[in-house]
């Protein structure tokens, strides 16, 4: 019974980042969907829980796709390149799963903390960038 009170706390948790989120916070919220994931598969395949594995890698891969659904194509090299790291992570996936793979999670999950790491770095920048502008304003 607690683990179902548990688990309807943690969904409704999740339900709020989300409705509360900006959109660059959003992504941020897949990134760390998707390594949660991939944390998860790891300890099914450790455990040889095959349908489990199955499930959780599913929804690793149906993440990092809106991950490269939600790129602006427009906007240039970097999204193309990025379409195809997340195209590769896909297949890296499909591949772990199939194969019962933990070294293969571990190098998407080294692959998008990197993104992750970038995509963070980002925000502080921005951040950075409007409380300078709002000390200048002030002055």
Not at 6 to 28: E, F, N
Not at 115 to 125: C, G, L, M
């Amino acid at each position: 019974m607690y683990s179902n009170g548990a688990k309807q706390y943690q969904q409704m948790s999740a339900h709020t980042a989300v409705m509360d989120a900006d959109p660059h916070r959003l992504i941020q919220l897949l990134f760390e969907g998707a390594l949660a994931r991939i944390a998860k598969a790891k300890g099914h395949i450790e455990r040889s829980e095959i349908e489990a594995r199955n499930e959780t890698i599913n929804s690793a891969i149906r993440i990092v796709g809106g991950l490269q659904e939600s790129l602006d194509m427009d906007a240039g090299e970097i999204a193309q390149n990025l379409e195809n790291l997340y195209d590769y992570m896909i297949r890296r996936l499909f591949e772990a799963n199939s194969k019962n793979s933990t070294v293969m999670l571990d190098e998407v999950a080294k692959l998008l903390i990197e993104i992750k790491s970038a995509w963070d770095d980002i925000r502080q920048d921005a951040l950075d960038i409007l409380n300078k502008s709002e000390k200048q304003k002030v002055q």
